[in-house]
C-alpha cells in the first residue's frame, strides 16, 4: 500500500505548477466521485426494501435514509481531521474503504436476516456520503480564486453519474447474486464492494500531490483580498447555515413527497420518475451554479437558490392535488438546492484559509447532515398536522431566514478570510 507521509510541499517547482496539478486533482476526484456514487445509488434505490423485508415492518423502511444520514454527520468531523492531519489523499481512501465495508456488511445482514447488523451498515455506508461531500471541498483546496466555484461543481455534477448507475445496477446485481447463491436484493451491494474499492485506489494513488498540504504552503492570493468584504465569524456563520437550512428546506419537502403522492393515488411508476427528476434538478446545471458564483458573487448565487426555493415552494403548494405541478415544483427545488450548495460550499472554502480549513469544512458538512436529519424527521409530523401544502408554506419561512441573513453581507463578490 502506498505510503500515507505527508507529500513534500511549498518549494518554487510545486507553486509554478499550480493549475496543472489543480487539473489533475479534479480529474482524480471525478473519477472517484463516479465510482462512490455507485454505492450511494444502491442505498437510495432498495436500501428501503430490504430494510421493511429483513425487519419485517414498512414503519422501519426509512432506516435507511436515516442511519446513512447519521452515518455521514457521525463521520464529517473524523475524516475532516484526518485530512488535516495527512491530507485529503489519507481521509477519502480512509473514507471510501469504510464504505465498502458498509457494502459487506450489508450482504452479511441479509444472509444472517439481522436488522441490527443492517443498521449499522447503512451507517457504515453513510461515510461514503461523507466522502462525496469532503471531495467537493478538495477540489477547491489549491483552486484560483476566479475558478474556485466552477471546479467545486464539476466535482458535484459527476457524482450525479454514479447516483445513477447504481440503480441501473440492480438487474446485473440480482443476476449476480443468483449465480453465487447470495441473498436476494445483495447483488448490487457486491458491485457497490468493488466500485467504492476502486474509489479508495483512485483516492490513495492517483491523488498526488496532496492538494491540501499544499494548499497549507502556497502564498495566499491577493485577488483574495477585496476592500470591503465582510470578513470573519458573522460570514462564515452565514455561509454554513445557508448550505445547512437550504439542505433541509430540501429534504423536508422532498421526503415527503413520494407519501403525499402515493396518498393521492399515483403509481410508484410515477413517484419514481418525480425523484429522479428532482436528483437531476439537484446536480445537472451544478456547473452553470459554479460558473455563476464565480462570476456574480457568491451571495448573489445563495439568493439565486432561495428565489427557486421560493418558486418551487409555492408551485407545490398551489399544485398539490396535480402530479405535474408537484414534479416541476420538485424539479426547480433540486435547482434552488443546487445554486445554494454550490455557492454556499465555495463561500466557505473562500473564507477559510490555512490549517482550520479542513476543520471547517468538516463542521459544514456535519451541520448539513444533521439538517437533513432534522427537516426529514420534522417533516413527517408538518404533514400530518397541516398537509403537504402546508409543508411547503413551512419550508419557506426558512427561504426567508437565509434571506434576511444575507443582509448583513456587505458584498457579494468572492472573499477569501
Known sequence: MPSLSRT????????????????????????????????????????????????????????????????????AIPLARLAQRLGRRAALSTGAFIAATGSLTVIAAAALESFPLLLLAFALLGVGVAVNLQSRFAATDI????????????????TTVGAVLGP?????????????????????????VCAQVAAAAVYLVALRPDP????????????????????????????????????AVMVSVMSMTPVHLVNHGVTLTIVGLTISLHIAGMYALSPLFGWLSDKAGRVGTILLGQGLFAISLV?????????????VGLIVLGLGWSASTVSGSALVADLVTGAARARIQGRTDLAMNLAGAVGGAAAGLVLAMVGYSGLAWSAGLLVLLIVAGSTTMRTARPVSA
Open 8 to 75: 513534500p510541499v511549498g518549494d518554487s517547482t510545486t507553486t509554478a505548477n499550480l493549475p496543472a496539478i489543480q487539473r489533475r486533482t479534479v480529474r482524480v476526484l471525478i473519477a472517484a466521485q463516479i465510482l462512490g456514487g455507485i454505492g450511494m445509488g444502491s442505498v437510495l434505490s432498495i436500501g428501503a426494501v430490504m430494510a421493511a423485508e429483513i425487519s419485517g415492518s414498512e414503519a422501519l423502511s426509512g432506516a435507511a435514509a436515516t442511519l446513512s444520514t447519521l452515518g455521514a454527520a457521525a463521520s
Open 143 to 158: 483552486a484560483s480564486s476566479e475558478h474556485r466555484g466552477r471546479d467545486l461543481s464539476l466535482v458535484v455534477w459527476f
Open 168 to 192: 441501473n445496477l440492480i438487474g446485473p446485481g440480482e443476476v449476480i447474486a443468483e449465480t453465487l447463491g447470495m441473498p436476494n436484493l445483495t447483488g448490487p451491494f457486491l458491485i457497490a
Open 212 to 247: 491540501y498540504l499544499i494548499s497549507r504552503s502556497v502564498p495566499r492570493d491577493p485577488k483574495d483580498d477585496i476592500p470591503g468584504v465582510v470578513r470573519g465569524r458573522g460570514a462564515l456563520i452565514f455561509a454554513i447555515g445557508a448550505i445547512a437550512i437550504s439542505h
Open 315 to 327: 408551485v407545490v403548494a398551489l399544485g398539490e392535488d396535480n402530479p405535474v405541478m408537484v414534479t
